[in-house]
């Protein structure tokens, strides 16, 4: 498109004089001409789009049950493998300090993991963890800038405070959840943090890191949450800025904002960002939420706009969740359609170097989008929809899905 785009303005020119002539078959071609490299510009945002791959559902299903206690809507979902490879199915009962740990194959419960509140080793009210290992398991702390170290057995072994970096910028907190998909990430002795957007603050970075080795706090100044249109410097009740994804493919962060159409790309030292356009052919444009006091669960719920963003190492891709606009029937609960994943979704697939390889739009009320994990033979997501006519509170369920080649 690069080259295109120069050569466009040379060509016009010709054909404009062209256009001038007395020759009516010339003016003719020339106009179907200006046709097709019109055509050819309006594609630009998706020139890389290729529909070679779809999502496909399995006969594969993962049932695993729940006592009454145990919702099955999680914001912190996991998969993790211990060192011996035995693969657990992790997740935070919500509003419960508790992580459940399941034997994926086997789909029983293997052991929780239960921080106390207080005492001791009392840690707060969890929000989010990471499993490094069953001996160094990560708790983020609600309203608390606080990272807590502990093991298998719920011992407290270390608290790391993260309020404000070495050098006196404050920082908000950070959760290390999935539904918002922005878990811890380990790399090269560091933690690597997505603190709330600090709209008050004169420096406002999208990332920062606690030094494993000395803890110290520091903030990677070369990227800055962004300004949406409408928006001003206050955080406000939509808190739109808040609303992004992270992964991390081994080198480069990968960054999603929900009211954004581009996508981060950043190296480590986040130095050099990279924008890519990565659009849903189901949404024709973004709308930021009205959050001047006008906004209604109703409208978050139909609002066009992405979500997560996910990669998946077994098969080098990524998905990117996208929200077309919906119209919600009437008698909707919107409050629990909003903790369910919403009535419909898709997911872009893209390739390693972040072209679009296809896109799969998936039926009305039957997924929870919020609620999905990869393992090597494919991406699970959860059907645990409230208005999936399978539903049950007593378990939480999940259909694989395979990244399949066009025919």
Known sequence: MKLIKPMMKEIMQVLYSFLKTKYYHARIVCINVSLIILYISCQDSNIHRKNIFFLEKSNKQLIFPLDERTKNSPLALFAYKDKTGKEYLTFQNPIQNEILFYDMNLTNLDFKVMPSYDGNNGVGPVSGYYVKNLDSIFLTIHGFNDIVLIDKNSVVKEKMEYYETNDNIPLLVTSSISSLYHPLLFFDNKIYIVPECN???????????????????????????????????????????????????????????????????????????????????????????????????????????????????????????????????????VLELLRYGRKNFSIIILDKGFNIIGETLFPDYMYNSQVMFIREDGLYISCNHYLNPEYSDDVISFIRFNLVKNK
């Not at 709209?199 to 990677?220: F, G, H, M, Q």
């Not at 800055?224 to 406000?236: A, E, I, L």
């Not at 924008?275 to 719920?301: A, F, H, M, Q």
Request: aromatic share 16%; charged share 30%.
């Open 199 to 333: 709209r008050w603050a004169e420096s406002n970075w999208v990332c920062a890191y606690i030094d494993l080795i000395d803890k110290s706090v520091n903030a990677i100044p070369s990227f800055s949450y962004p300004s949406f249109p409408g928006q001003d410097n206050r955080k406000k009740r939509a808190s739109a800025e808040d609303y992004l994804s992270r992964c991390f493919n081994g080198k480069q962060f990968v960054y999603s904002f929900y009211y954004d159409e581009d996508i981060y790309i950043a190296p480590l030292n986040h130095g050099q960002i990279k924008k890519i356009k990565v659009t849903s052919k189901y949404i024709d444009k973004v709308r930021i939420p009205d959050d001047y006091g006008n906004l209604t669960i109703e409208e978050l719920c139909e609002n066009p706009n992405y979500g997560n963003l996910l990669y998946d190492e077994y098969r080098d891709v990524y998905y990117r969740i996208a929200y077309p606009k919906t119209m919600l029937e009437k008698g909707i609960r």
